[in-house]
C-alpha cells in the first residue's frame, strides 16, 4: 500500500533544458550530462533515455552502480565516473566500458595491467586541482604524474578537467582557476601531452564563464531545470515537482496547538489539514513553522514543526479544501510556483540537497514516455 506521496517529472522541461544549454555552449561544446545520485534525485534511466534522444551521448555518475545501471538499460555512449573508487573495483571499468577519473598511480597501473591482458586501451580523465582542494593534483605536481601514466601503453589520455568551488560568489578566484588550467594546458601541449577533451564548466561555470566551456562542460543542477544561484537570469523548466494528499482535516478554536513543540498556536477559529509527507520522505525538518505550499494553485503556510510522516498546513477559513485534495510541495500554482530553490532558501540550505533528498522509496511518475 503507497502512502499518498509522489513525485512527477516532466521530461519535456528535461528536453527544454538541455536544448538551451546547447544553444547557450554551441554546437562545438560537448555537453557531459551530469546524472549522479540518480539524476539529482529524478530518476536515472528516464532522464537518461530523454537526454540521449536530445544528443546527449557522454554521461558523468557517481558510482559504478550508476554505470552499471545505464548499460543494463542498454546505453552503450560513453559514462565517466567522475569519483574515484579503490583499485580492487578496476575490472569494472573494462567489464563495462566505464571511462575512470584518475588521481592516483596505483589505480592507472591496475587498470594498465588488467587493460593490457585483453588487449584494451581504457580511455581516462585526469583531474588537477585548481582550488577545489578535492581530487587530483595540483598543477605543480601534475606534470611528473602525467609522464608516468603516459607510460601505461593501455591508457590513453583522454580528458584534462578541473572543478570550482566558488563560481556563484567569486569570480576573481574562478578566473584565477581557469588560467591557471589555461595555462596549464598549454605548457602540457608544449611537453607534447595533449587530450580530446578539456572541461570545467558545471551549471555556474555554463551560465557565467563562457570561457569556461572549453570543449566540454559539464552541466546537472540546470539541466533539472533548477538555478544554483539566485542572480542567474537564465530561463530554466524545472522538471520535478514534489505532491502529496490530504488525508486529514479539523477545525481548531483559538488558542488549540499543533504539531511537536504546540509551536503553532491558532490565533482564530481556523482549518487545519493534515498531509502524507514529513522530513523521512525528504520534506526537511528545517522547513518547520517556514514552509509555504500550494492546494488548489492557492499558497498556505505550513503550522508548526514537520514530523517523520505528516506536515500540518494553516488553511485558515478556506472550506473549499477538501481531504483527498492535491498539496503541491514544489510544482506550479495559479499566480505562484513554489520551487526547489524556495524551500531550499526557506530550509537554509542548498537546492541540491533538496531534489537529491527526496526519498527514492517515493515513486516518480514520468510524463513524457522516452523510447524504450
Ligand atoms: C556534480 C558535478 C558537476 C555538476 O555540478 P552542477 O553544479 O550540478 O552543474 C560537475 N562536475 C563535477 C566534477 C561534479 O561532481
Not at 482549518?271 to 492546494?295: F, H, M, Q
Not at 511518475?365 to 524504450?372: G, M, P
Amino acid at each position: 500500500m503507497r502512502r499518498q506521496v509522489w513525485v512527477n517529472i516532466d521530461l519535456e522541461a528535461l528536453s527544454a533544458n538541455v536544448r538551451k544549454i546547447k544553444s547557450i555552449v554551441g554546437s562545438s561544446v560537448k555537453i557531459l550530462a551530469v546524472l549522479k545520485q540518480s539524476a539529482y534525485g529524478h530518476g536515472i534511466i528516464p532522464v537518461a533515455r530523454k537526454l540521449y534522444e536530445e544528443g546527449v551521448d557522454v554521461f558523468g555518475v557517481g558510482s559504478i552502480g550508476e554505470a552499471i545501471q545505464l548499460r543494463e538499460d542498454g546505453y552503450q555512449g560513453q559514462i565517466i565516473l567522475l569519483s574515484i573508487v579503490s583499485k580492487g573495483l578496476a575490472s569494472f571499468f573494462i567489464r563495462f566500458g566505464i571511462t575512470p577519473t584518475v588521481v592516483d598511480l596505483s589505480f592507472a597501473r591496475e587498470l594498465d595491467r588488467q587493460a593490457k591482458k585483453i588487449k584494451r586501451v581504457i580511455p581516462v580523465h585526469i583531474k588537477v586541482d585548481t582550488g577545489m582542494g578535492r581530487l587530483g593534483f595540483y598543477p605543480d605536481q601534475i606534470y611528473p604524474f602525467l609522464e608516468k601514466i603516459k607510460k601505461f601503453s593501455s591508457l590513453s589520455l583522454e580528458g584534462l578537467y578541473t572543478h570550482f568551488p566558488v563560481a556563484d560568489t567569486n569570480s576573481n578566484f574562478t578566473n584565477r582557476q581557469l588560467n591557471i588550467f589555461q595555462k596549464l594546458i598549454k605548457d602540457l601541449k608544449r611537453q607534447n601531452i595533449s587530450f580530446n577533451y578539456y572541461h570545467s564548466a558545471n551549471s555556474l561555470g555554463v551560465i557565467n564563464y563562457p570561457n569556461s566551456y572549453l570543449n566540454m562542460v559539464r552541466p546537472g543542477l540546470i539541466l533539472y531545470g533548477i538555478k544554483p544561484s539566485a542572480d542567474s537570469g537564465l530561463e530554466l523548466k524545472p522538471v520535478l515537482s514534489f505532491k502529496a494528499r490530504i488525508i486529514f482535516i479539523k477545525e481548531i478554536s483559538p488558542g488549540k496547538t499543533v504539531g511537536y513543540g504546540s509551536e503553532f498556536v491558532a490565533k482564530k477559529h481556523t482549518r487545519i489539514a493534515t498531509v502524507s509527507v514529513g522530513y523521512a520522505d525528504g520534506y526537511p525538518w528545517a522547513l518547520s513553522n517556514c514552509a509555504k505550499v500550494l492546494i488548489k494553485g492557492k499558497v498556505f503556510n505550513i503550522a508548526g514543526r514537520v514530523c517523520m510522516d505528516h506536515i500540518m498546513i494553516d488553511l485558515g477559513q478556506d472550506k473549499g479544501i477538501k481531504k483527498g485534495d492535491i498539496v503541491t510541495l514544489i510544482g506550479k500554482g495559479q499566480d505562484r510556483d513554489i520551487k526547489a530553490e524556495d524551500l531550499a532558501a526557506w530550509a537554509q540550505t542548498i537546492p541540491y540537497e533538496i531534489v537529491t533528498r527526496i526519498s527514492r522509496e517515493i515513486p516518480r511518475h514520468y510524463s513524457a514516455k522516452s523510447t524504450n
